[in-house]
């Protein structure tokens, strides 16, 4: 079955408040970061495109579905090591591609979060909190691989607790998640891990290898496994998509759900590619690619995992509040980047330390900044044009698809709600999610290729 979507223009009536996407049997609304799921006599088509009848706006107005969004947690990304135990080619944290026969690509330069910068980072983080009027606080644990330094990432949490830690992820391959850190950092405040893959064991273990060649599926099968059992944890997959794995993504999807609780884990499947690096990858945003994801979602949900919504764009709480209004992303040397993607990165992306601040603007970043914030800065939220490029409607039809259907006469309350903003992108996408392709030092739905 093929739903259709039409992209409708910016709905600038009071009946049109932000976009209206039509469905096969009903409507997509979507306003700032909510989506709602309507029936066909929700909206109907105007010369001006298509619009809410009265009942439809009222009873999305008594949800509150158009007030202005509220950010209630100071959303703090701190990198405890910049170094990594993986040799992952497409990693954005890289500088080049591996010599030929080594799987140890060049990295960003190296950095290790010490006792004393976690105590500069949490008086950073309640200067903020207070100056801006927040009274919970979200972290978010990266690298690098961040448990690499499992002393930081303990002693970060801890110290984060004084300050309403609200929400506590961390972004790691697994390799070092044994079952014992695992209960170290949930006792510590630790709610949620994300982990990436790139396809079933025989794939996986050709891409995903440790910085002298080995393959890591199944210590990383093994520790998520472990894990699970130990603790509360819940758990978000990540899965890189290319003409590499693509043929494995149904055995990977099987062990995954072998793995762990189905109502503890998500699933984000998402294409790989070039950062400029040169890794290439030949799968696109085609029908065969559509049907294939929608499968796998099917199958996902099958086994009872949950299949995140694709987040419309929103403003981001890093890149587009100067001055850290709303957030930061704090390197392990205790240096301010304006998002994970450049974190750790050398001078010329520094934005500030958390012992001087940020400055009211931050500084230009340089033509190739420039470059980086027009894929990071959602400059049109409401006309996004995006929207209506080709691949932007299959991804969206893709998300669609796997989404449940209505069970109240008008509005699905479950997806009218706001989600919660102090979410990181990450891809599921986040701080990054569904942005665009992975671009992987794991982050989630950042640009284009990844970390993690
Ligand atoms: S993608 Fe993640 S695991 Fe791979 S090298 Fe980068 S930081 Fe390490």
Not at 50 to 70: G, S
Not at 84 to 105: H, I, K, M, V
Not at 219 to 230: H, P
Not at 299 to 310: C, E, K
Request: hydrophobic residues 40%; neutral net charge; contains cysteine.
């Amino acid at each position: 079955m093929t739903m259709t979507i039409e992209a409708a223009p910016d709905m600038p009536s009071a009946n049109r408040p932000g976009r209206l996407l039509a469905g096969r049997d009903g409507w997509w609304a979507v306003h700032e970061d909510r989506v709602a799921r309507l029936p066909g006599h929700a909206a109907r088509e105007t010369a001006h495109g298509p619009e809410l009848v009265d009942e439809a706006r009222v009873a999305l107005e008594d949800q509150h579905f158009f007030a202005a969004p509220v950010q209630t947690t100071y959303a703090i990304t701190v990198l405890t090591a910049t170094a990594c135990n993986l040799g992952c080619s497409y990693c954005f944290q890289n500088t080049a591609l591996p010599a030929e026969g080594s799987f140890a690509p060049p990295r960003m330069p190296k950095a290790v979060l010490s006792g004393e910068d976690v105590t500069r980072i949490a008086d950073f983080v309640r200067g903020q909190m207070a100056r801006y009027g927040f009274t919970e606080s979200s972290l978010l644990l990266f690298g690098g691989e961040p448990l690499l330094n499992p002393a930081g990432a303990l002693d970060m949490l801890r110290a984060m607790q004084p300050l309403g830690l609200h929400k506590a992820e961390i972004i790691t391959n697994g390799v070092p998640l044994t079952r014992s850190r695992a209960v170290e950092l949930a006792d510590a405040g630790l709610r949620r891990v994300q982990i990436t893959f790139d396809g079933a064991r025989h794939n996986h273990d050709t891409i995903r290898v440790t910085r002298n060649g080995k393959g890591t599926y199944d210590t990383i099968l093994r520790n998520v496994r472990n894990a699970a059992e130990a603790t509360d944890l819940s758990w978000h997959f990540r899965v890189n998509i290319s003409h590499r794995t693509v043929d494995s993504l149904g055995a990977l999807v099987e062990d995954l759900a072998a793995a762990v609780p189905a109502e503890r884990a998500s699933l984000h499947l998402a294409l790989i590619d070039d950062i400029g690096l040169g890794y290439d990858n030949k799968v696109a945003y085609t029908d065969d690619y559509l049907e294939k994801v929608v499968a796998l979602h099917d199958q996902a949900i099958g086994h009872g995992m949950y299949i995140p919504l694709s987040k419309p764009l929103t403003a981001c709480q890093y890149c587009s509040a100067f001055g850290g209004t709303r957030g930061a992303v704090v390197n392990a040397d205790g240096r301010l980047y304006n998002c994970w993607e450049t974190a750790g990165r050398d001078e010329a992306w520094v934005v500030g330390d958390v012992s001087t601040g940020l400055p009211a603007r931050r500084r230009h970043p340089g033509p190739l900044g420039r470059l980086r914030l027009r894929h990071q800065v959602p400059r049109l939220p409401r006309a996004d044009p995006e929207v209506l490029r080709p691949g932007r409607r299959r991804r969206a039809r893709r998300h669609v698809r796997a989404a449940p259907p209505p069970r109240h006469d008008l509005i699905t309350p479950a997806t009218a709600a706001a989600p919660d903003r102090s979410r990181h992108p990450v891809g599921d996408g986040g701080p990054l999610s569904d942005r665009g392709r992975a671009a992987t030092a794991d982050g989630e739905g950042v640009g284009h290729a990844e970390v993690g």
